[in-house]
């Protein structure tokens, strides 16, 4: 398998993870990434002030700065190593006009992920009173329809991200799911998998393999993602990763340039 690009690493600005851009592009290069995405979380602009969560995301007025760092790396890298400038934003229903402006800066891709669902989040350790893992399920699955149709990222970043903390329920395999699938590959999306949650408590990729082979029947294009919060793990586990791939019946991934998507042979 050939070496393939990590499009979803953080460094210290969302408050939770080490090290700079710069370390984050220099990590890359040593374990021999063709490319690395600079992928930190956006700010919550669906909660009220400039830093509402110092722990989760940057403040608002810590982006333009951001977005300036990324597009430095860049040309320090030049090259040497591909650096795609890119963020992780939250699809929260209703905060889609407050994001345009920041997606509209000058970004290789978006990822998209769903973190919160109607106000809770998704790494909690307790479902709120009263749900089930089932209506969990059932509402990420729902939001992450949502998030796809939107059109306001480029993938949909690790879909089965509620079994972090246990919260998926046994019968995963619902009509929601496959609802969820086809809407993405309607969208023309592409889904990643994050090799992160091998690194977990939970050992498995985010999607699961059998998620992924469901994927790969529908055509659903597939990017890599380390979800690295320390530059350590870039590019983490990914020649398993490409296996997992070519087993579910993939036999190329995806990349970004300029929101321009392109083809990655497998092997």
């Given at each position: ?161 509620l079994k972090t903390k246990g919260h998926l329920p046994e019968r995963w395999h619902t009509p929601e799911l496959d609802d969820t699938l086809e809407a993405i590959g309607a969208s ?80």
């Amino acid at each position: 398998m050939r070496s393939l690009p990590d499009h979803h690493t953080h460094h210290l600005r969302c408050g939770h993870a080490v090290g700079s851009l710069d370390d984050v592009a220099a990590s890359a290069l040593v374990r021999g990434l063709p490319a690395v995405g600079l992928s930190d979380h956006a700010p919550l602009l669906f909660l009220p002030g400039d830093h509402p969560a110092p722990l989760i995301a940057m403040p608002a007025s810590e982006f333009p700065a951001y977005a300036e760092e990324m597009q430095h790396v860049k040309a320090r890298y030049a090259g040497r190593l591909r650096v795609l400038a890119s963020v992780e934003a939250d699809y929260v229903p209703g905060s889609e006009a407050a994001y345009r402006h920041l997606l509209a800066s000058p970004l290789d891709y978006v990822l998209g992920s769903v973190h919160w669902i109607d106000g809770w989040s998704l790494f909690s350790a307790e479902l709120p009173g009263g749900w089930t893992p089932e209506h969990a399920w059932s509402r990420a699955l729902a939001l992450t329809r949502e998030a796809a149709a939107s059109g306001f990222a480029d993938v949909i970043a690790h879909l089965d991200v509620l079994k972090t903390k246990g919260h998926l329920p046994e019968r995963w395999h619902t009509p929601e799911l496959d609802d969820t699938l086809e809407a993405i590959g309607a969208s023309g999306k592409a889904i990643e998998l994050n090799t992160s949650g091998w690194r977990k408590p939970v050992g498995e990729c985010f999607p699961s393999p059998a998620i992924l082979h469901l994927a790969a029947r529908r055509g659903i294009p597939v990017c890599l993602g380390s979800d690295a919060h320390d530059p350590q793990d870039v590019g983490a586990d990914f020649e398993r990763a490409a296996r997992v791939l070519y087993d579910a019946g993939y036999r190329e991934t995806v990349t970004w340039e300029g929101r321009e998507r392109r083809v990655i042979p497998l092997a």
